[in-house]
């Protein structure tokens, strides 16, 4: 969550930044206003307390003398009424300010585009070509029927939709990509591999914004109160919860050295109110398999390190020799987390369209702040580190572009040299027989 000192001290330039990410200046005010509250109660109840430590011991002068201390005791039981009363009181309006300051996003970083929606997005840059062929390029469902790798049907029957099968050389091809990703990852850029859990519970949700936010578009177990992920930023940032980086017990962060972590893990997404967009096949999907990289870092590098994140996402889709494009994205598309958002789209000519893989985000401190996740620096202070996550990448879409963007005239899929080591060293997918 943001720092309440914002909120507290700079409460017009604040409210201004927030009403960029659609956040109404009545929720702000009620944020300040019960901090307000807040202080004021922390404030009488300590001068009440003071109050009562006095009255106490004039009881004792009073008793010692031989004095009437009926009075003054009746004063110590009201002063402690009072203050139980204020306990109680200050209980609901910490509460209160705790669900309201978690319902509100990120600062936006001053740079980037401010809209409502994609449309506002910057397109920063392009990369790699395309050329249509001679040949016309089906779609990823009519491309996999052919080579027999996706069964959607059988999907729906065991599942239900937005759960597709992957057969065969394509189930082969999946595990390729994750393992391709992987080792890019850790052996080119310097990242350490987990696996961690694919459920966890509500404190981590909580942690890295989810929740409360977004309830309603994930799975949640009721008998135990787990939730399966919906991406493995998750449990991989609260790997750090309530740590201290120290370079003693844990890594030390410094701005030349941040802490990176990679996961594979399957995602799970209810996707509510998503019903009609882009749904079909593996375009918007309801389990599907990604690798994430997150980063702990130095506050004073934070945004420069966005920056080398996206090129080590951007790494996986040039060694796939695959055409794709980098959004800034503006103030009303960001996820509710982020100070500053980029998107790696691919270009998928069957579906005529670009396609999200990829969203790099850097998040300040404000999952810190959540996590309590911190760092000690050069002079020895304790402060809160700054995180980001990327995908390296989302494999639902990346497959649907690898197979559009590498069709063949003959209906083969041409396998980018890349993972040919992956796949026992084949160069193609080939069309089953009839």
């Known amino acids: 969550m943001i720092d309440i000192k914002k909120i507290r001290e ?11 990410r659609g956040v109404e200046k009545e929720t702000v005010e009620k944020a300040r206003d019960l901090d307000a509250k807040r202080r004021s109660l922390l404030g009488e109840t300590e001068s009440l307390k003071a109050k009562r430590n006095s009255a106490s011991k004039e009881i004792g002068a009073l008793a010692k003398a031989g004095g009437d201390i009926a009075a003054a005791k009746a004063e110590v039981r009201a002063i402690g009424d009072r203050i139980a009363e204020i306990d109680r009181e200050l209980a609901q309006v910490e509460t209160d300010l705790r669900e309201t300051m978690l319902m509100i996003p990120n600062l936006p970083a001053p740079e980037i585009p401010t809209g409502p929606d994609s449309s506002a997005n910057k397109v920063v840059r392009f990369v790699g070509e395309w050329k249509d062929p001679a040949y016309p390029i089906p779609d990823h469902m009519q491309i996999g029927e052919k080579l027999g790798i996706f069964d959607f049907p059988r999907g729906v029957k065991l599942t239900g939709t937005g759960f597709p099968i992957i057969l065969g050389q394509g189930a082969k091809l999946q595990r390729a990509l994750i393992q391709y990703m992987l080792d890019v990852h850790c052996q080119q850029q310097g990242y350490t591999e987990m696996l961690p859990p694919f459920m966890v519970n509500t404190a981590s949700m909580t942690g890295t914004g989810q929740l409360p936010k977004f309830a309603e578009d994930l799975y949640h177990s009721n008998a135990d109160d787990f939730w399966l992920i919906p991406t493995a930023e998750v449990p991989v940032t609260n790997f750090y919860r309530d740590d201290i980086f120290d370079g003693v017990k844990l890594p030390k962060i410094t701005p030349e050295s941040p802490v990176k972590l990679t996961a594979y893990t399957p995602c799970f997404r209810r996707e509510a109110g ?24 130095h506050p004073d590098t934070s945004f420069q390190q966005l920056e080398t994140l996206v090129k080590e996402a951007e790494a996986i889709l040039t060694g796939l020799g695959l055409h794709f494009r980098v959004l800034m994205l503006c103030s009303g598309d960001m996820g509710f987390s982020a100070a500053k958002c980029y998107d790696l789209e691919l270009w998928a000519p069957g579906e005529k369209q670009w396609l999200e893989v990829s969203s790099c985000s850097c998040f300040t401190d404000y999952q810190a702040r959540r996590l309590n996740c911190r760092f000690k620096d050069a002079d020895g202070k304790t402060k809160l580190v700054h995180t980001l996550n990327g995908s390296g990448v989302a494999l639902p879409r990346l497959m649907v572009a690898l197979l559009e963007q590498h069709l063949q005239e003959d209906g083969s899929v041409l396998l980018p040299e890349a993972i040919r080591p992956y796949m026992g060293g084949i160069d193609r997918l080939a069309p089953i027989k009839q």
């Open 274 to 297: 998503s019903a009609g967009k882009m749904t079909r096949g593996m375009l918007r999907v309801h389990q599907f398999d990604k690798v994430e990289m997150v980063n702990f870092v």
């Open 10 to 20: 700079d409460f017009e330039n604040t409210a201004a930044q927030l009403a960029r």
